[in-house]
């Protein structure tokens, strides 16, 4: 028998749901918990963020990035997109768990990172890729442990991204 | 810090369900193994630190320069002309 379950931190019990947050880059959001997905271990550098809700980039729907909001961090939100978009050839092999996931219909996504006033140096992280299986209502980000993969690949090879870009 | 020394095929038990093996050593080079529950995520200390730095980069992208990212990335894609 395996305890998996150790010693829990003991944190302030969270607001209900739903929960109103005021968002630094959407407004007033109300949070219902059937929107809410979660990250068990949180995200690399924010491991009490546990839950998160999607925000559409664009109203109509027209923008492929979809942004991942804290459910809890007004000021906490994460730009996601598709790989393909700009890493067509982008398939790294995910850990056994994850791969059971993945053929279960989960989707995965790249943190986009955009710098201030400077989007054509934005950057994708394909050394953490995000995985989210809407239907658990289940997410994490993946920490690969390949080598091929940066935290910072340009999306715009030609820009002036390669600058930042932290190797090949 | 605790400083044990082991042999290759020599182990070390953290806590219930948590072993670390020295699988080879060689040069400068040790092969490790661990055994840990799916619960308990194991990282290249050195990697994991990389994506928390990125996650904390990333994390201050802002709205209009996500919009600006957009408009740059939809001619490249051949998407709907604006």
Redesign the interface.
Known sequence: V?????AAPVTPPPAPFPARIATT??GDLVVDESRVLRF??G????PAETEWVLVP??ADG????V?LQSARRAD????LMPPA??FPDYAPPLPP?VDGAAASGASLWV??????????A?TA?L??PIVLEEGARRGR?V???DDRY???HP??PSGAAVAGA?GA | VLVLTRRPNQSIRIGEDVTITVIEVRGDQVRIGIEAPRSTPVHRAEVLAQVQQENAAAAQSSMRDALAALDLLRPAQGGDPS
């Open positions: 395996s305890r998996t379950a150790a880059r959407f068990p271990e995200l690399p550098g924010f980039h664009a027209a923008s492929p990035f942004w906490l939100a994460f730009l978009l700009a768990d943190v986009v990172t955009v710098p201030a006033g400077d989007p054509r934005m992280n050394l953490g980000q920490v690969l442990g940066t935290t910072r999306v715009f932290a």
